[in-house]
């Protein structure tokens, strides 16, 4: 999928949608299939990511240090470092904050950053419940607060957007700028609807039994999704790759990222309240040439009243490591300027 637009029409989604179920059929077979491997005496091997649990967790740059909180009745793993006012990084699906780690350097010149695993991957807690972007919220909100932080600059990816939205609208005073980076907000339509369509994973990811299909596959699964809304070939390194691999072969961590999924209905309901509160403070839209940058400043004022854009050219989903150097510039005039 290289372009995606809001304006599809309701029967190509319908159409859409009968694929995705045929698609998501296909891939349920694929991983039955594929949960035992016979040796060549016969004996059932399963096929696992055992090589990446043994692989330690990721270092950040030398100027940050990995710290772990319990907030809001849940431990939240974060790496924080720099010096100036707080900026905090929220990372998606199929990454973990690692996703950062290229920016940190320079973001940290001139901010205090603070890039968490949000409950469910990594090193964070993986409860049974809470998944709902509104309360995976206040874990964050929770956390700058235990740092004595009371008002933050908020970016959000992917799954990070949604949860950075519900912290901006849940606590405005506090959350001086925000940027919405390449995702879209359960809820708010048209645009909800007619994405969800086209992406199948939305359903099978929400699925209950879903993580415990991936565990035990997370490199088989991560490697063949992440190019189907990516543009660039390859564009995570092998570190990256290591690192949000790792991330997800962590016990519970398929069960607990694919929880994200399966809140959305919840998200959808606490959307459509949030939003009939406008959000004031300023808000970037930074989509990818190949995905959000076609919808996400319209869906945006929707919910917001002071929104810019910037498009990263030649990315898809991963705007991050696509296009790091756009992505860093864009971030950096947003959030310094006056």
């Known amino acids: 999928m290289k372009k995606l637009y809001y304006k599809t029409s309701l029967v190509q989604g319908a159409g859409r949608s009968i694929l995705n179920l045929l698609t998501m059929s296909l891939l349920l077979f694929f991983f039955a299939c594929t949960s035992e491997k016979k040796t060549e005496t016969g004996e059932a091997?399963?096929?696992?990511?055992?090589a990446t649990t043994n692989i330690a967790p990721a270092d950040p740059p030398s100027n940050f240090k990995h710290q772990t909180a319990n907030?809001?009745?849940?431990?939240?793993?974060?790496?924080?470092?720099?010096?100036?006012?707080?900026?905090?990084?929220?990372h998606g699906f199929g990454q973990n904050w690692y996703m950062w780690n290229r920016l940190l350097p320079e973001l940290s010149k001139h901010f205090t950053v603070i890039a968490p695993d949000l409950?469910?991957?990594?090193?964070?807690?993986k409860p049974e419940s809470g998944y709902d972007k509104k309360t995976m919220a206040k874990d964050l909100h929770e956390l700058m607060k235990k740092l004595g932080f009371n008002s933050i600059?908020?970016?959000?990816?992917?799954?990070?957007?949604?949860v950075a939205?519900?912290?901006a609208a849940q606590y405005p005073t506090e959350v001086k700028k925000l940027a919405l980076m390449d995702a879209l907000l359960p809820g708010i339509e048209p645009v909800w609807s007619q994405v969800s369509a086209s992406a199948w994973w939305f359903g099978f990811f929400g699925w209950p039994a879903s993580g415990e299909i991936v565990a035990g596959r997370e490199e088989q699964f991560l490697t063949?999704?992440?190019?189907?809304?990516?543009?660039?070939?390859?564009?995570?390194?092998?570190?990256?790759?290591?690192?949000?691999?790792?991330?997800y072969a962590v016990k519970g961590g398929t069960t607990g990222a694919f929880h994200w999924f399966g809140n959305f209905p919840q998200d959808a309901k606490d959307n459509v309240v949030f939003a009939k509160t406008k959000l004031t403070m300023p808000l970037l839209a930074m989509g990818g040439e190949y995905f959000g940058a076609a919808f996400l400043k319209d869906h945006s004022r929707l919910v917001a009243t002071n929104v810019s854009k910037t498009k990263i050219?030649?990315?898809?989903?991963?705007?991050?490591?696509?296009?790091?150097?756009?992505?860093?510039?864009?971030?950096l005039d947003f959030f310094l300027a006056k």
């Open 45 to 50: 091997k399963t096929d696992t990511t055992a």
């Open 71 to 90: 907030v809001n009745g849940v431990d939240i793993h974060y790496v924080i470092g720099g010096t100036g006012a707080p900026l905090l990084l929220v």
């Open 119 to 125: 409950r469910g991957v990594g090193e964070s807690g």
């Open 153 to 162: 600059n908020l970016a959000g990816h992917d799954i990070g957007l949604m």
């Open 165 to 167: 939205y519900a912290y």
């Open 224 to 247: 063949n999704f992440w190019p189907m809304v990516g543009h660039v070939e390859k564009p995570f390194t092998k570190q990256e790759t290591d690192e949000f691999i790792r991330a």
């Open 313 to 331: 050219m030649g990315s898809g989903h991963w705007v991050v490591q696509e296009q790091t150097e756009q992505v860093q510039k864009g971030l």
